[in-house]
């Protein structure tokens, strides 16, 4: 076997990297050429142009109608001019944005704090806990709602129990504008982000011995080789996970229909549980699109940002 | 040889069906169509209703469905089997996406089927089917459910209303007793109340509250006490919010202040949590609270899967002096039909077949609710069932809520704002005159 000194790339590779960079004019013959792989990803392109694309731009398109069973109508902007003066989609966005702010720090740091103490463990301990924090991900969030439900439960839940140990006065959890979104926020915060540990487990294995060892022969401590070696090289999968996440929190839609509705009042009314209300009960379909079209944009302007701020450099 | 009979008489029965199809469509053959020519497919949705041996809860409609095949060759009826928690949403999303069944069961007022859809054609009416005498057996609240602009819209099938349900076994332990003849004033309901609210075991820890119910878009069990003193959400032509006239938020601060001043029910009181609340009535482990307002089903429930020794009661009263509940119709409708007048017959002639007064009298039995059609009634459906000829006694208390075609959004803008009240952050006043403002505006 060859091997192939690191940073330099074979000649035959080297050859076909410039016929990427320069693309062929004729693109139909350079598919035709490749048809193999195309074929390859022709079910898969089906499936995302059938399930994703269409329906895309199908709501794109709908978001400037007024929805009707037998033909819609084209109102211009005026379902977007209906969003941005409606404040339940005001209401709705500031609890989105408390939501992910709160949640999506501690989602990542948590799961790099776990995966850094995991990482240093055997093979076996760490088989055991990567499958054990990863197993919330392969859970129904229906299920792990439901299971929330009954310990933020006034009367026989776990948490008014454990603070009856205390003497202190039990809380009604779900049931307080001031307390249900908290409740929300600290049920996503203690759910371990098990992707987030797989994914930090995966790079930190990637970051080469050397670094640390010369780190060690220059004296430095286990938390500063954490620190100045293992979260910067960590910064990409970060950015990943950041950008993931934040994208899931602004998507929060499980845990609000099944543990509080929205309610009280709308104390934890969010964007998706908002869309989903307008569309699937008032049968505003044209609004409900204007409303998804905002949050993809608001999701939009999170990542570039997000993307600017933690990016690589190089 | 039986079969043979049993298709005969399936056979007369259309006949008899075609010919009052003539005779009430005013000479309107041609949109009427012809049952007995339809060959092709039926499809209808249900949800699932009363258990046989097996455990089977769509076996009802399954032998209607066999039935009906047997005496018409050629004709299949596909049931589409959908629990009803799921109901309103599928059939939202077939709504959305016009792939809707032919038949389902739908309360045209409720989630998932509303009078804008009426209007943009998804509902078909039934009219041609029904001549004047075929609709003189239905309850009068129960056909109105289902008219809209002067059309029917659907067979009603059932009639609900909600009724004061009183745990005996804590009204005997707490030495209270119960109203008699289930009749009582706001007063007495609140004196009641307080009695039993008790510490059972000492440690200074109530066990047991006197009242509790939710408080949740689309639910009406606490609504009948706002009505007490003579209060309703919208005026008569449904141009005004009349919820913030003052005897009506007098009415809905007491029984939030059954919480927050009398300390007669639980913390839990206008929260949203359905299942809990009933459990807290119903199941043997907990039975912490002794009176709860509930539709008729769970009279059915109390009897069977949660046997409790309970008795029905109305809502107390207020001002009014008369008790009031709030009642829904659920039957069968018609979703749009394309220009097949045959399949539009058929649709028509099955939905008759499952909604017949003997159907109406099976279902009554078994599955709890009140017929909507006069004949069914007259059967006596419930008389080894107290409890039931009780909550049926209530029918003349019936309110209908308001067929606005923006009552859900109405809804949800008066229930939030009524769960504020009840968890104390505001006084029904403020929630109320918050609420004016939101359906004011959805009134315009």
Not at chain 2, 11 to 32: P, W
Not at chain 2, 292 to 302: D, K, L, M, R, V
């Amino acid at each position: 076997m060859t091997q192939i000194p690191m940073g330099a790339v074979p000649k035959k590779d080297n050859e076909k990297l410039k016929v990427l960079k320069k693309p062929n004019k004729n693109v139909f013959l350079q598919m035709k050429k490749n048809y193999s792989a195309y074929l390859f990803l022709l079910p898969k392109l089906i499936l995302f142009v059938l399930f994703v694309a269409i329906p895309v731009i199908w709501a794109f398109v709908l978001s400037f109608q007024e929805y009707k069973i037998f033909g819609s109508e084209f109102v211009g902007l005026d379902n977007y001019i209906k969003v941005f003066q409606s404040e339940a989609f005001l209401v709705a966005l500031k609890n989105t944005l408390l939501f992910t702010v709160v949640t999506v720090p501690f989602s990542v740091l948590s799961a790099l704090v776990i995966a850094s103490m995991i990482f240093v463990l055997g093979k076996v301990s760490q088989s055991f806990f990567r499958s054990a924090f990863y197993l919330p991900t392969v859970t129904s969030m229906v299920i792990i709602a439901m299971v929330w439900r009954w310990m933020y439960n006034y009367e026989f839940g776990l948490f008014n129990y454990i603070l009856g140990w205390f003497g202190i006065e039990q809380i009604n959890w779900l049931g307080q504008s001031s307390s249900a979104l908290w409740a929300l926020i600290i049920m996503q915060c203690l759910i371990p982000f098990g992707v987030g540990i797989i994914m930090y487990l995966a790079s930190m294995g990637s970051i080469s011995h050397s670094l640390y060892e010369a780190a060690r022969m220059d004296g430095a401590s286990s938390f500063k080789q954490w620190l100045h070696i293992t979260i910067p090289l960590l910064k990409p999968t970060t950015l990943y996970l950041v950008l993931l996440s934040t994208i899931g929190s602004f998507q929060v839609f499980t845990q609000i229909i099944m543990m509080t509705g929205g309610g009280p009042g709308n104390a934890t009314e969010t964007l998706v549980h908002l869309i989903y209300k307008t569309g699937f009960r008032d049968f505003e379909f044209g609004l409900a699109a204007a409303q998804s079209v905002v949050l993809f944009v608001i999701i939009l302007i999170f990542s570039i940002i997000q993307f600017r701020v933690l990016r690589h450099d190089e | 040889m039986k079969n043979v009979l049993k298709k005969s008489v399936l056979t007369l029965a259309s006949l008899g069906l075609a010919a009052s199809v003539l005779a009430g469509c005013n000479g309107d053959a041609e949109e009427a169509g012809n049952a007995d020519e339809f060959k092709g497919k039926i499809t209808i949705w249900d949800g699932p209703r009363w258990p046989d041996k097996d455990d089977n809860k769509y076996h009802w409609l399954e032998a209607k469905i066999k039935e009906y095949e047997e005496a018409h060759d050629g004709v299949e009826v596909e049931l589409v089997q959908v629990p009803w928690a799921e109901m309103g949403d599928k059939l939202g999303v077939a709504i959305a996406g016009k792939s809707w069944p032919d038949i389902a069961p739908v309360d045209i007022s409720g989630s998932s089927v509303s009078i804008d859809h009426i209007e943009q054609g998804v509902i078909e009416p039934l009219d041609a089917y029904f001549d004047k005498d075929a609709k003189a057996d239905f309850y009068e609240n129960a056909l109105d459910a289902y008219t809209y602009d002067g059309k029917m819209y659907g067979i009603p099938n059932a009639i609900t209303l909600h009724s004061m349900l009183l745990n005996l076994d804590l009204f005997e332990e707490a030495g209270v007793t119960p109203p008699e003849g289930g009749e009582w004033t706001y007063d007495e309901f609140l004196d009641a109340a307080k009695k039993l609210t008790f510490d059972r075991d000492g440690d200074g820890k109530t066990d047991v509250y006197g009242f509790s119910t939710y408080v949740l878009p689309g639910y009406y069990e606490s609504w009948p006490f706002f009505y007490k003193n003579g209060g309703s959400p919208l005026n008569e032509d449904m141009t005004e919010f009349t919820f913030d006239d003052p005897e009506t938020v007098q009415a809905i601060q007491d029984l939030a202040d059954l919480k927050l001043k009398e300390n007669a029910a639980p913390e839990t009181l206008g929260g949203n949590d359905v299942g809990g609340t009933f459990q807290a009535w119903a199941n043997e482990e907990q039975r912490t609270v002794a009176m709860q307002p509930w539709a008729t089903w769970a009279i059915g429930a109390a009897q069977g899967k949660y046997p409790t020794n309970f008795a029905v009661a109305n809502y107390p009263t207020g001002k009014s002096d008369k008790p009031v509940t709030i009642g829904g119709v659920g039957g069968w409708v018609m979703f749009h039909q394309d220009e097949d007048a045959n399949k539009k017959a058929a649709v028509a002639d099955f939905m008759k077949f499952i909604s017949t007064d003997k159907e109406q009298f099976v279902m009554a039995q078994n599955y709890g609710i009140f017929p909507a059609r006069i004949s069914a009634s007259e059967m006596d459906p419930f008389k080894d069932n107290p409890e039931m000829t009780r909550a049926m006694e209530m029918s003349d208390q019936v309110v209908m809520l308001p067929r606005h075609p923006e009552w859900q959004k109405i809804d949800e803008a008066i229930q939030t704002q009524l769960q504020l009240v009840f968890n104390g952050e505001k006084t029904a006043e403020e929630a109320m005159a918050d609420a004016k403002k939101t359906v004011d505006e959805l009134l315009k």
